[in-house]
């Protein structure tokens, strides 16, 4: 088991025992999120900081093109600018060299700022190095 976490709301210091996941859906109610688009995406965070981010996100097609649930894998956190697409494309290049396929590099832009990577595994399915 990897010992990934759900992390806190932003600005939240939940206890111990407590339940990020009741903790997010407080949280989203108070920010004005519908109750029906409160569970479309989730997040796994290492907690040491060391591993990637896992984002999973739920899209409405079904899979023709796209996968019905979409992986972010944050492959440089902490990392901006260039350094950050720099350790992105070694992440790449070392996927590449398992078995996935590079399918785009988008540049950073606004209004995030951040680049990624399209990839998709051997069977096809598409996620992204974030």
């Known amino acids: 088991m990897l010992g990934y976490v759900h ?6 210091d ?3 025992d407590a339940d ?3 903790a997010w859906d407080d949280f989203l109610a108070e920010i ?12 796994l ?3 040491t900081g060391h591993g990637p981010r896992l984002f999973f996100q739920q899209v409405p097609e079904d899979k023709v093109a796209k996968n019905r649930v ?3 894998i944050r492959a440089a956190p902490g990392l901006r600018g260039e350094e950050r697409m720099a350790a992105l494309e070694a992440e790449c290049d070392r996927l590449v060299a398992l078995g996935a396929t590079r399918v785009r590099r988008y540049e950073p832009a606004p209004p995030m700022g951040t ?3 399209v990839m998709t595994d051997p069977e ?7």
């Open 7 to 12: 992390p806190s709301p932003p600005g939240v």
């Open 14 to 16: 939940l206890p111990a």
């Open 20 to 22: 990020p996941l009741a």
């Open 32 to 43: 004005g999120v519908p109750e029906d688009q409160r569970n479309t995406r989730s997040a």
């Open 45 to 47: 965070e290492d907690p």
């Open 70 to 72: 979409h992986l972010d």
């Open 115 to 117: 680049g990624f990577i």
């Open 124 to 130: 096809g399915n598409e996620f992204c190095l974030d």
